[in-house]
């Protein structure tokens, strides 16, 4: 399969082409003006000239076409690699979407397929994603129903209901993951979705869906939500906070914005996980587990388009122990403009590099002052302190025309922030008194 490189070293030749065709049509139109030759002749001449050079003019313009489709080939192919090592299916999704521009823009004589190009953005890795990653789900779930009819029938005609061969809990957990692809599917229903994450983690199912253009939008928020969230749980509410901070964030900024909803690691739960340290939402264990695939997530994201200097503006928007992954994935690679910090449980160690963050507090949640991963991010003097004016207990920051989901869309936009001020609550009087003991 062939590589980024591969790509862009032949788009570089077929800009060479194109400028040595440029120059030839140059020289040719010269000879429709040549002084003091006249008569039937030079006619002729003149219009075979023109012919000629018009002939070349379309063929440089073709060749720039196809340069645009080879250059951002290998823009995806990079991006793909950074998202995670593809396989072989996506390779082949990717290598049909780039055959099948390329034809598009041969095959249109008149021009008029410059429109798929003009963003530069013929072929897309969230496409490339989203193409495979649907059909791997929807075949999944057509796998996992007759699962379901054979463990359903195992339980039914067992005296005991499956309870001596674990084909009750099979037949749970099989519902369990069903019910996950059937909610990701109903979020994909809606315009502008693509799946750019699924995996069956051990425990449970993961997703990431976006929303919006994020080939080529200007700015990228990813939204990374807390502790007990589920895909078939939350899926649909966290994406629709997504897609209002992505449509505030584009009025704001008047430029093209995406979003991602991150669901894309095991979010630790309110059940008997509490006392497995490798799952409970006391430790670093989910965040270790699930921050390879987010900052693989960020670093693709980030990555420099062929026709710009730079890539997106991304930033995190990140709640409770989302905060704790997010900083878990900055160590680990991934990288971000802008983080936003929605009561967060402490900033647990972030790499140097890692921006300063914007950080959202409500009075009343007392998540927010637990200091459990790390220092409260709103005693970091180098923290911007955002108003939550209304926001009352630990998950309404982003509810809809609140003051604090309007400051997190303006984090995302890049535009002027509602600060707060830092004040001390009794919380934070108790945290301290404890480091003193």
Known sequence: MWQAQDMWRRGRALVVAAVGLDTVRDRLATTTRVAGWSGAAATAASAESTTLARGFEEAVSALRRVEAVVSDAGDERASLDRWGPPDADVLAELDARVAGALRSVVADADGSSARTTDAGHAVDAADVLDAVLRARLVADRESLRAVERDLAAEVDGSVFGGLFTDADAGLVETRDRMAALDATLAVLALPGRRLVHYEQGPHRTTVAVAVGPV???????????????????????????????????????????????????????????????????????????????????????????????????????????????????????????????????????????????????????????????????????????????????????????SVSASNAAAVVAGTEVLRGSRSTDVADVLRFLVRLW
């Open 215 to 401: 080939g080529s939008a200007q700015r990228v928020a990813v939204f990374v939500p807390g502790a007990g969230t589920t895909v078939d749980g939350d899926l649909a509410e966290r994406d629709a906070e997504t897609a209002g901070i992505v449509a505030d964030a584009g009025r704001r900024a008047d430029t093209a914005v995406a979003g991602i909803t991150w669901l894309g690691y095991e979010a630790p739960a309110w059940n008997a996980e509490l006392v497995d340290p490798a799952r409970s939402v006391a430790g670093l264990g989910p965040a270790h587990a699930g921050a390879a695939a987010l900052a693989d997530a960020l670093r693709a994201l980030d990555l420099p388009r062929h026709d710009a200097d730079d890539g997106p503006r991304v930033s995190i928007v990140a709640h409770s122990y989302g905060t704790v992954l997010a900083a878990e994935a900055l160590r680990a690679g991934g990288s971000a403009d802008a983080v936003a910090l929605l009561g967060s449980p402490g900033w647990n160690d972030p790499p140097l590099d890692a921006p300063a963050p914007f950080v959202l507090e409500a009075a009343t949640d007392p998540v927010a002052d637990l200091g459990r991963f790390g220092t409260d991010p709103s005693e970091l003097p180098e923290a911007t302190v955002l108003a939550t004016d209304g926001a009352v207990g630990h998950s309404a920051y982003l509810d809809e025309g």
